[in-house]
């Protein structure tokens, strides 16, 4: 399984971005993406998760207002809208797949793929 993240960069606050997951390999329509943010010296943070097949999605109470998640389901692909970016928002955004196909935040041995991550930095 193959995770690769796209669209991240720099922003001003305010602004907005798309973050693209494309999943290749042994992905089944089952399997959930998730998004997780993480900043050097800090836990990763979830911030949104959705199940390929179904559509059912979570996102993290602090994006929830501003964030949206959605997914291509016959690319195996989900976006992560981010919208009135804040520099708080600022973090190397990871994807990640659970295989269960669980939406909400679980533990990190839950996961067994990663992308290689996509960096955004927002600027006040």
């Known amino acids: 399984v193959e995770l690769v993240e796209s669209g991240g960069g720099s922003a001003q606050a305010g602004d907005s971005l798309r973050l693209s997951c494309s999943a290749s390999g042994r992905t089944y329509s089952t399997d959930a993406l998730v998004w997780y943010r993480q900043v050097p010296g800090k836990q990763r943070q979830f911030v949104a998760g959705i199940n390929l097949r179904t559509g059912v999605q979570y996102l993290a109470d602090s994006v929830n207002d501003r964030f949206t998640i959605s997914r291509d389901y016959p690319n195996y692909t989900v976006y992560l809208d981010m919208n009135d970016l804040k520099p708080e928002d600022t973090a190397v955004y990871l994807c990640?797949?659970?295989?269960?196909?669980?939406?909400?935040?679980?533990?990190?041995?839950?996961?067994?793929?990663w992308g290689q991550g996509t960096q955004v930095t927002v600027s006040s």
């Open positions: 990640g797949r659970h295989w269960r196909g669980t939406v909400q935040p679980r533990p990190m041995g839950e996961y067994d793929y």
